[in-house]
C-alpha cells in the first residue's frame, strides 16, 4: 500500500511540474519554431510509381501544414500517363508548389517540360536545361523567354530568393522562408519497390521466372515452391504489363535481355517436352500380337 501511494504522489507531483512548465512564457529560442519546406525528389523516367509517390509526398506536406513544397526535378521524361497525372497533382495540390530543375546538370526533357509548367513557381540551377518545342534551354534562356521565374545555385539560395515572393494564380500567398528547414525527401521504400515492379525489363523477368516455375512443377509435380513461385512472379508480371505505355521510351525492354528470355524459354519448352514424351513412355510398334 505504502509504495502505491509514493508512486501516485509522484505522478501526480510530476503532472503538476508539467502544467506548471507549460504554462510559463517560451523563451525567444524555443517561440522561433524552424519551419520544415519539404523537398521531394522526382528524378528519373516518369512511372506510375513516380506519379504516386508525387501525390503521397505533396499530401503528407499539405497535411504537416507546409507553407509550401519544392520538387527537385531531373527527368528525360516518360511514360505521358504518369507525366500527365503529375502535372495535375502538382496544381491540384492545396499549397504552392516550387518546381526547381535541379542539381546542375540535369536535364529535363520531353513530359517533364509540362511539370515545369505546371509548378506554382519554376527555377532551375545554374548549368541544368530545359527542353521546350525541341530546343534545350539553359537556365539564363529560360529565365529570360518566362518559361522559369529564378536562378538559384543551390536549395538554400532558393529559399533565400522564395521570401516575400508573390505566388499568383489560385494559390495566391507570399512566401516566407524566414527560419525555414529544407527537409529533403527521397522516395521510399514502397514507392520503390512499385517502380522496379513497373520497370519493363523486371516485368520480363518476372513472366519468365513465372513460366519456368510452372515448367519446374510439371517436371516435379508436388515440390510446390517451384509452381508457388512461378504463379506469383508470373501474377506480378501481368500485373506490370497494365502500366506499360507501348509509345514511351520509358517502356523499352533491353535487347539482350529479350533474347536472353527467348532462348531460355525456347530450352524450357523443349526440356519439357522431353519429360512429358518419357512420361508418356515409348510408342507402341508392330502390328497385332
Do not use: C
Not at 503528407?60 to 520538387?71: Q, S
Not at 539560395?157 to 522562408?177: C, I, M
Not at 516485368?203 to 516455375?213: A, E, K, N
Request: glycine share 12%; net charge negative.
Amino acid at each position: 500500500m505504502a509504495t502505491t501511494s509514493l508512486r501516485g504522489a509522484a505522478v501526480a507531483a510530476a503532472a503538476l511540474l508539467a502544467i506548471f512548465a507549460a504554462a510559463l512564457p517560451a523563451s525567444p529560442a524555443a517561440a522561433q519554431t524552424e519551419q520544415k519546406v519539404p523537398s521531394i525528389e522526382l528524378r528519373g523516367d516518369l512511372s506510375p510509381a513516380q506519379a504516386d509517390w508525387i501525390g503521397h509526398a505533396l499530401g503528407d506536406a499539405a497535411d504537416a501544414g507546409a507553407p509550401f513544397a519544392i520538387v527537385r526535378l531531373d527527368t528525360p521524361g516518360g511514360i505521358d500517363s504518369a507525366a500527365e497525372e503529375i502535372v495535375d497533382q502538382i496544381r491540384s495540390a492545396p499549397l504552392p508548389v516550387v518546381v526547381y530543375v535541379y542539381p546542375g546538370g540535369a536535364e529535363v526533357e520531353d513530359r517533364g517540360a509540362a511539370i515545369v509548367d505546371a509548378g506554382d513557381v519554376a527555377a532551375m540551377a545554374p548549368g541544368t536545361t530545359l527542353e521546350s518545342e525541341g530546343n534545350d534551354l539553359g537556365e539564363n534562356t529560360a529565365l529570360k523567354q518566362g518559361r522559369i521565374e529564378m536562378i538559384a545555385a543551390d536549395q538554400d539560395s532558393l529559399l533565400e530568393k522564395l521570401d516575400g515572393y508573390e505566388v499568383s494564380g489560385p494559390k495566391s500567398a507570399q512566401l516566407s522562408t524566414a527560419g525555414a528547414e529544407i527537409d529533403d525527401q527521397g522516395m521510399t521504400i514502397p514507392f520503390q519497390l512499385l517502380e522496379v515492379l513497373v520497370d519493363p525489363n523486371v516485368v520480363l523477368l518476372l513472366l519468365l521466372i513465372g513460366i519456368l516455375g510452372l515448367a519446374l512443377e510439371a517436371f516435379a509435380p508436388g515440390a510446390i515452391i517451384p509452381g508457388a513461385i512461378g504463379a506469383v512472379s508470373l501474377v506480378l508480371g501481368l500485373i506490370g504489363l497494365l502500366f506499360f505505355d507501348a509509345g514511351s521510351r520509358a517502356s523499352e525492354i533491353s535487347p539482350g535481355l529479350a533474347i536472353g528470355a527467348g532462348a531460355t524459354l525456347g530450352l524450357a519448352s523443349v526440356l519439357v517436352g522431353r519429360e512429358l514424351r518419357a512420361r508418356r513412355g515409348p510408342m507402341p510398334t508392330g502390328g497385332r500380337v
